[in-house]
């Protein structure tokens, strides 16, 4: 057990529609970060939150959002659903350093149809 | 822009032997560079931690390098089993709190 709860663990949305996932990190860890994992693929980074402000984004655009709040728990926010969009997302709390470990929830698999 | 290379897919072995999985980067100078398991369906799980100024580290039958000349990492499993079969990733790091992104993952299967 890590820690690192996501919700929910499996999702199915239409083309065009709008989904959120929540992540409720570790007591303590004022960083969060949000991967999207294609199959056969590894994570891809999204963005990261530390201290509820966004601190580094990948290659995804606007439509990928996200929010922290105070009680250690994120939310990221997908508008525009595409087919392509269907992956694992996974989010990830750690520390404020980079020599420290992150912490994986079980990931939310989203479809796409 | 960075990139980050895993020698290869996939990776078949048989029980017993040494497991070695290769981490290649470019366009980038990590301060630290982690590995991490996944099992199909799971998030990765942290497994360790190299710095720049350390050449190896060890846990029970894991041993890292990080070559910073070659910008390099092998992981090693020595005395592979069957449960080790799962896809390791590997993460080179910035200082600070610089995000973790990883490489596409090596599969590794041990054969029994």
């Known amino acids: 057990e890590t820690g690192v709860t996501q919700s929910p663990t499996h999702l199915i949305k239409t083309r065009g529609q709008q989904v959120t996932l929540r992540c409720s990190s570790q007591?303590?860890?004022?960083?969060v970060s949000w991967y999207q994992q294609a199959l056969g693929q590894g994570p891809q980074f999204i963005f990261q939150?530390?201290?509820?402000?966004?601190?580094g984004r990948g290659n995804f655009p606007p439509r990928f959002s996200g929010l922290q709040f105070p009680n250690y728990s994120s939310e990221l926010n997908v508008n525009a659903l595409e087919l392509d969009d269907s992956a694992l997302y996974l989010c990830a709390s750690s520390l404020d350093s980079s020599n420290t470990e992150a912490f994986f929830g079980q990931g939310t698999r989203l479809t796409v149809v | 822009s960075q990139k980050i290379e895993q020698n290869s897919e996939a990776l078949n072995i048989q029980e017993g032997k040494t497991a070695t999985l290769t981490c290649n980067y470019t366009n980038y100078s990590p301060a630290y560079l982690q590995w991490y398991r996944q099992d199909p369906g799971r998030g990765p799980v942290f497994l360790l931690l190299?710095?720049?100024?350390?050449k190896e580290k060890r846990k029970e039958r894991l041993k890292v390098t990080f070559d910073t000349t070659l910008k390099q990492s092998l992981f090693h499993i020595t005395a592979s089993q069957p449960a080790d079969s799962a896809t390791y990733l590997c993460?080179?790091?910035?200082?600070?709190?610089?995000?973790?992104?990883f490489g596409k993952g090596t599969r590794l299967s041990v054969i029994a």
């Open positions: 939150y530390y201290r509820e402000e966004e601190n």
């Open positions: 190299i710095r720049e100024n350390e």
């Open positions: 007591s303590g860890h004022n960083t």
């Open positions: 993460a080179p790091r910035g200082t600070g709190n610089t995000p973790l992104v």
